[in-house]
């Protein structure tokens, strides 16, 4: 299995140019998450989807959207990249919705690394 | 809201047992215990969790105290690739935001040769 699955590892934009980060899981995992990790601010959640057909904003999610395609994958867009938009992102999954009450660890992907110029 | 409180940074010989110490004193009676590492470029890796027992998988095991109030992950025979960045998490927030996964600074595990 390879788990979590982002393409592409690397991305340079400029300021105004869209792009998609690609997330494929091969888990079944019902639920799946879009984070961004900048450096002293640690994972910050963007966008998540609890289950097909549904997603939500998470903390910070101004300049993205999102498309859960089909329980497999979770694609991050973003329409006009802006330079506070370069960061790592990282797609995860987990079984069901994660709560620090529920059985349910997230799994990661490598990450993108995007800088936008 | 729980909070963790990890040292910052640790060293380890190769080979020796590392065991990294978490606290979370303020934790709630149904929240788990999870670690997470991250190496160097890497997503961060689910390692373990618990909620009362102690655990054990193919990675760690975890050690949490009667009180819930701290644990311990412990590497067992720890090696080189082992050197990562350890997250002792629980619930941080609430209120509607329980998908919010919070890594805070965690330890800095170096294991030496």
């Not at chain 1, 899981?25 to 959640?45: A, F, I």
């Amino acid at each position: 299995n390879a788990g979590v699955t982002q393409t592409p590892k690397f991305q340079v934009l400029k300021t105004g140019q869209s792009m998609t980060l690609q997330c494929a899981q091969d888990m079944n995992h019902n639920s799946m998450y879009w984070y961004r990790q900048d450096p002293g601010m640690g994972l910050r959640l963007i966008y998540y989807s609890a289950s097909e057909g549904t997603t939500d904003k998470g903390e910070v999610p101004n300049g993205y959207n999102v498309s859960r395609l089909n329980k497999r994958e979770f694609s991050l867009r973003l329409e006009s990249a802006a330079p506070s938009q370069t960061s790592v992102y990282f797609c995860a999954s987990s079984e069901m919705l994660w709560s620090g009450s529920y059985n349910s660890p997230l799994h990661f992907g490598n990450g993108t690394r995007l800088t936008v110029t | 809201d729980a909070k963790t409180t990890q040292p910052p940074s640790m060293d380890c010989a190769e080979g020796r047992a590392a065991n990294l110490p978490c606290n979370h004193s303020t934790i709630s009676g149904n929240e788990y215990v999870y670690w997470y590492r991250q190496i160097h470029s890497q997503g961060p890796q689910y390692i373990i969790h618990g909620l009362k027992n102690n655990e054990t998988n193919e990675m760690a095991s975890l050690i949490i105290t009667e009180d819930r109030k701290s644990s311990t992950l412990i590497l067992p025979h720890a090696t080189l690739r082992d050197t990562a960045v350890y997250y002792c998490i629980v619930r941080l927030n609430s209120g509607g935001s329980n998908y919010k996964l919070t890594f805070g600074k965690g330890t800095l595990l170096t294991v030496n040769p």
